[in-house]
C-alpha cells in the first residue's frame, strides 16, 4: 500500500480524519453547514435589501435555489481542483472518493513534501476564491447569490484542508506527506 520510496522512513504521525475518538469530520461539517447557512441567508437578505428594495422577489429566490445547486456541485468541484493541484505538482493521478461523510482527494503511492502538500491542499480555496470574489462584486443584484453562496462553502468547507496544513507545517522540517484522502500520514528520514 505505502509507496516502496518510504523505505528510507518511518512513521512519525499520522492523522485520521474520520476516527471516532476525535470526530473532525463530523465538528467541521457542523460549521460548514451552519456557517454556510447562516451567511447565505443574511448575504441574500442583506443584498436584497440593499440593492434591490422594491424589486419582486420571485425570481431572486429563483436564483437563491440556483445557488443552493451550485453549492452542492461545488464539493465535487472542490476536489477536482485538488486533483488538478496533485496533477500539476506531482504528474500522477490521485483517487477522488465522494462518501456519505465525506469527499476526499488523495492517494497512498503519492509522496509531497510540505510545502507540495500545502500547495495542494490549499489550491481549491486560492483558486475559488480568486473567481467567485469578483463576480460577487461585477454581476448585477439579482445574480449575486449565484457566486456568493459557492463561495461562502469555499471557505468554510476548507477549514479541513486549512487545519491539515496547519498540523503538516508544525510537523518536522524534513517529513514527507502521504495522503490517502481522509488519512494523512508524516514521515521521518532514518538517519
Not at 493541484?85 to 477522488?96: G, Q
Not at 491539515?164 to 508544525?170: A, E, L
Request: aromatic share 10%.
Amino acid at each position: 500500500m505505502i509507496n516502496c520510496d518510504l523505505h528510507d522512513y518511518v512513521l512519525a504521525e499520522k492523522f485520521d480524519m474520520l476516527d471516532p475518538k476525535i470526530k473532525v469530520v463530523d465538528r467541521l461539517n457542523i460549521v460548514a453547514l451552519a456557517g454556510v447557512l447562516v451567511l447565505c441567508i443574511g448575504g441574500a437578505i442583506v443584498n436584497y435589501c440593499l440593492r434591490m428594495l422594491g424589486e419582486p422577489a420571485g425570481m431572486y429566490i429563483v436564483y437563491i435555489l440556483c445557488g443552493v445547486v451550485l453549492t452542492v456541485l461545488y464539493m465535487y468541484l472542490h476536489e477536482l481542483a485538488h486533483a488538478f493541484a496533485i496533477i500539476a505538482v506531482k504528474h500522477k493521478r490521485p483517487k477522488i472518493k465522494f462518501g456519505k461523510r465525506v469527499a476526499s482527494c488523495g492517494s497512498p503511492d503519492i509522496i509531497y513534501t510540505k510545502v507540495q502538500y500545502a500547495f495542494v491542499a490549499l489550491f481549491p480555496l486560492v483558486l475559488f476564491c480568486i473567481v467567485l470574489v469578483p463576480l460577487c462584486i461585477i454581476l448585477d443584484a439579482q445574480f449575486f447569490v449565484l457566486p456568493f453562496m459557492p463561495l461562502t462553502y469555499n471557505i468554510l468547507g476548507s477549514f479541513g484542508d486549512i487545519y491539515m496544513v496547519n498540523r503538516v507545517m508544525k510537523a518536522p522540517r524534513k517529513c514527507v506527506v502521504v495522503d490517502e484522502g481522509t488519512e494523512v500520514r508524516l514521515y521521518i528520514r532514518v538517519e
